[in-house]
């Protein structure tokens, strides 16, 4: 399954949209917002490496102080759980991608 997201990164703000529009399904909502982060994570320092798996990125992100808030750890598994299962998942899952990756956002730009 291939998934074409384009992301801007507008001032502090991200701004997501993907091919599907406002008709976008749950799994395609929190890969953008995973893609998202590590575009963020990137430009704060903490870019991913080509062999870097999830974890490791998360890992050496928050092992360096790029990354302070748990939301990332949440998105990160939310990404796992999108990117890696076959079940269904919940708009509310969708919801708690788009809330951590405003978590993240505030931190990076270290508002609180």
Known sequence: MAYEVHIR??????????????TAGVREAIIACYAAMEISLAVAGSPRRAADTPEELLNRAV????????A??????????????????ADAQRQAARAALADISRDLSGAS
């Open 9 to 22: 990164l507008v001032g502090s703000e991200m701004c997501i949209v993907d091919r599907f529009g406002a």
């Open 63 to 70: 092992g360096s102080g790029v990354i302070r808030t748990p």
């Open 72 to 89: 990332a750890r949440r998105l990160t598994a939310l990404f796992r759980e999108a990117r890696f299962s076959p079940h269904e998942l």
